[in-house]
């Protein structure tokens, strides 16, 4: 149960003993490749393949091997794969299903099966938002038509998208990557805007919904959204309905000031199925046996564990079975 809600990610573009220690020691739920994991089409694909192969013979259960494939000025995968110029430069649905059609078919060849996009932010005019190179352009009724023409050409080719960063940090100016950025904004407001294009994600079945590094103090004063239970449980479970899988954003990001288990008790509490902890290093070990620790000793937990690892092992079935 606890290294099913990880996420992780590794250094070097070969099958090495970090990955053998991630499926078989960790049991982790998922892989996540970076630049420095790729080299080229096929060495992607056999680093895939080996992971899958790897799983497989440990009887853990079929892995997400995910990536950041945004197009544009986020996109993991560089030539020879297709390099589109990214979400500002999509104008109309035909282009954002092509968009979505070969990614889909480039990232199964290469045997990844989730793509950390589309990103549903919405940046509002007059605002030099953080996100200005990485949105769709307009109004949330344009974000999300065309975020959803994304979500059903990869579903339905296969691969999962996961619609990120939630409630939307559109508006924002800093980079959760270095900075903890407060985007202090009432719900009702949000509902009017940022959160339109992720209640029709919720609606278009998207796979997996990312959170937000953000603070967004009058929804939660105390905790950000990746580490929020009124956020995810509340809000995006309960008000908005949504029954995928919620992910963290990158742990190892400045933004994130607390300590690993500070973090892990918060994303149990939450009931946020899995943790993204991007880079290698001691926070993977302290994270695991954290969730071990904490599952073991916490009735409420453990069974919330057991929702999400349901959850977790659904989407497998549904979209990893078949070809696992």
């Known amino acids: 149960?606890?290294?099913?809600?990880?996420?992780?990610?590794?250094?070097?573009?070969?099958?090495?003993?970090?990955?053998?220690?991630?499926?078989?020691?960790?049991?982790?739920?998922?892989?996540?490749?970076?630049?420095?994991?790729?080299?080229?089409?096929?060495?992607?694909?056999?680093?895939?393949?080996?992971?899958r192969e790897y799983a497989k013979a440990c009887g853990v259960p079929p892995l997400f091997m995910a990536v950041d494939q945004e197009g544009g000025v986020v996109a993991r995968l560089k030539a020879p794969f297709t390099e589109f110029k990214g979400n500002p430069f999509i104008e109309s649905i035909r282009d954002a299903e092509d968009f979505a059609a070969v990614t889909a078919d480039e990232l199964k060849h290469a045997g990844i099966n989730m793509n950390f996009a589309p990103v549903l932010d919405i940046a509002p005019e007059g605002i030099d938002s953080i996100m200005k190179n990485r949105v769709f352009k307009g109004d949330a009724k344009n974000v999300s038509q065309l975020g959803m023409a994304v979500i059903h050409i990869l579903q339905e080719n296969g691969i999962m998208a996961v619609a990120k960063h939630f409630p939307g940090i559109g508006r924002t100016v800093k980079d959760s990557h270095f900075h903890l950025p407060v985007l202090d904004i009432d719900l009702e407001t949000l509902k009017q805007s940022d959160l339109v294009p992720f209640a029709d994600a919720t609606n278009e079945g998207v796979?997996?919904?990312?959170?937000?590094?953000?603070?967004?103090?009058?929804?939660?004063?105390?905790?950000?959204?990746?580490?929020?239970?009124?956020?995810?449980?509340?809000?995006?479970?309960?008000?908005?309905?949504?029954?995928?899988?919620?992910?963290?954003?990158?742990?190892?990001?400045?933004?994130?000031?607390?300590?690993?288990?500070?973090?892990?008790?918060?994303?149990?509490?939450?009931?946020?199925?899995?943790?993204?902890?991007?880079?290698?290093?001691?926070?993977?070990?302290?994270a695991y046996h954290e969730i071990v620790r904490l599952l073991n000793e916490n009735e409420k937990l453990c069974l919330m564990g057991k929702i999400s690892i349901e959850r977790i092992l659904r989407t497998k079935k549904k979209y990893l079975s078949e070809r696992e």
């Open 207 to 286: 796979c997996g919904i990312m959170l937000s590094h953000i603070q967004y103090p009058q929804l939660d004063p105390r905790w950000q959204a990746s580490l929020s239970p009124w956020i995810v449980h509340d809000l995006l479970r309960g008000q908005m309905g949504y029954e995928g899988l919620v992910m963290t954003d990158d742990l190892d990001m400045k933004a994130i000031a607390y300590d690993m288990k500070t973090c892990v008790r918060q994303i149990l509490k939450a009931g946020i199925d899995m943790a993204l902890i991007c880079h290698k290093g001691p926070d993977i070990d302290v």
């Open 1 to 51: 149960m606890a290294g099913q809600r990880l996420m992780l990610g590794f250094d070097g573009i070969e099958f090495n003993e970090d990955l053998k220690c991630i499926i078989r020691d960790i049991k982790a739920g998922g892989i996540i490749l970076f630049k420095r994991n790729i080299e080229s089409p096929d060495q992607v694909a056999a680093l895939c393949g080996e992971c």
